[in-house]
């Protein structure tokens, strides 16, 4: 398995890589803007294929670009939806000149929008976006921590997602803490969470993983990380993710708060385990 951590980039690509490859990472995730607006600038295709040969030289995998937060497919403001899907269509086409495998994304909340109205307007704009996606590139939805009226917080619902778009470049990434909160007992027995998974999404859609501990009770629909071990995952679970076969050629970005010396220690569970 591909492991790394969400890195900035803010101070260059090249300073990122290194940090990257100091802590072993053969994975890495980033933003490819702000994250925090709905603006987007042109994309720097010299810089996005120098990003490329930087990461082939530090001997990085894999390349994730994770979509901003404000992005809400489910919203009834045409403002919001039109900005979402503005900002996902931006990223695909930033990864497809970067070489960048995968584009993450969130799906954002139903508020108070009758469900099957949101999810079918999730439809559409996933739809929309995959439209215009270029080989090699995969949208990969995440799932939510179940909190109110996010979409996208089991496995049934993301199968139907699968289903409804019906697109071979749409993947799956299952976030931990996110899974547990949403009531999936990683802790007591993590092979059945990945078999339900393999039954209900398939694995070939299953891209990548967040790997997250997280201190929230089980089923407390709270997006809270911590530290690899340290949490009520606990280290057996992700040692099971971590050597279970069929998930061998997968990727998994570390999102555990902290600074580097914590990333360190993070990456440094994980080699242990693995």
């Given at each position: 398995?591909?492991?790394?951590?969400?890195?900035?980039?803010?101070?260059?690509?090249?300073?990122?890589?290194?940090?990257?490859?100091h802590?072993?990472?053969?994975?890495?995730?980033?933003?490819s803007?702000?994250?925090?607006?709905?603006?987007?600038?042109?994309?720097?295709?010299?810089?996005?294929?120098?990003?490329a040969?930087?990461?082939?030289?530090?001997?990085?995998?894999r390349?994730v670009?994770?979509?901003?937060?404000?992005?809400?497919?489910?919203?009834?403001?045409e403002?919001?939806?039109?900005?979402?899907?503005?900002?996902?269509?931006?990223?695909?086409?930033?990864?497809?000149v970067g070489?960048?495998?995968?584009?993450?994304?969130?799906?954002?909340?139903?508020?108070?929008?009758?469900?099957?109205?949101?999810?079918?307007?999730?439809?559409?704009?996933?739809?929309?976006?995959?439209?215009?996606?270029?080989?090699?590139?995969?949208?990969?939805?995440?799932?939510?921590?179940?909190?109110?009226?996010?979409a996208?917080g089991?496995?049934?619902?993301?199968?139907?997602?699968?289903?409804?778009?019906?697109?071979?470049?749409?993947?799956?990434?299952?976030?931990?803490?996110?899974?547990?909160?949403?009531?999936?007992?990683?802790?007591?027995d993590?092979?059945?969470?990945?078999?339900?998974?393999?039954?209900?999404?398939?694995?070939?859609?299953?891209?990548?993983?967040?790997?997250?501990?997280t201190?929230?009770?089980?089923?407390?629909?709270?997006?809270?990380?911590?530290h690899?071990?340290e949490?009520?995952?606990?280290?057996?679970?992700?040692?099971?993710?971590?050597?279970?076969?069929d998930?061998?050629?997968?990727?998994?970005?570390?999102?555990?708060?902290?600074?580097?010396?914590?990333?360190a220690?993070?990456?440094?569970?994980?080699?242990?385990?693995?």
């Amino acid at each position: 398995m591909n492991i790394g951590v969400h890195v900035a980039v803010g101070d260059g690509y090249e300073q990122a890589v290194s940090y990257a490859k100091h802590l072993g990472c053969t994975a890495i995730q980033i933003f490819s803007s702000n994250p925090r607006t709905y603006r987007v600038s042109a994309i720097n295709e010299p810089a996005q294929r120098s990003f490329a040969e930087l990461r082939k030289a530090a001997g990085i995998k894999r390349c994730v670009i994770h979509t901003p937060y404000l992005i809400n497919l489910a919203s009834e403001e045409e403002r919001i939806s039109q900005g979402s899907q503005r900002l996902i269509a931006h990223d695909l086409a930033t990864a497809a000149v970067g070489g960048i495998d995968y584009v993450n994304t969130h799906l954002g909340s139903y508020g108070k929008r009758d469900r099957k109205e949101g999810f079918t307007a999730i439809v559409r704009a996933l739809s929309a976006v995959l439209e215009s996606i270029r080989p090699g590139v995969t949208l990969v939805l995440e799932n939510s921590a179940g909190a109110g009226a996010l979409a996208g917080g089991t496995l049934d619902e993301l199968a139907q997602f699968l289903k409804a778009v019906d697109h071979p470049q749409l993947g799956i990434c299952l976030d931990t803490a996110h899974a547990w909160a949403a009531g999936y007992d990683l802790h007591s027995d993590p092979k059945a969470f990945i078999d339900e998974a393999a039954d209900k999404l398939g694995l070939d859609r299953v891209v990548m993983f967040h790997f997250n501990d997280t201190q929230i009770p089980l089923g407390g629909n709270k997006d809270r990380h911590w530290h690899i071990g340290e949490g009520n995952i606990g280290r057996e679970a992700f040692a099971y993710l971590l050597h279970r076969a069929d998930l061998k050629h997968k990727t998994a970005i570390l999102e555990t708060p902290g600074d580097e010396a914590d990333d360190a220690r993070n990456m440094a569970t994980l080699r242990e385990l693995r």
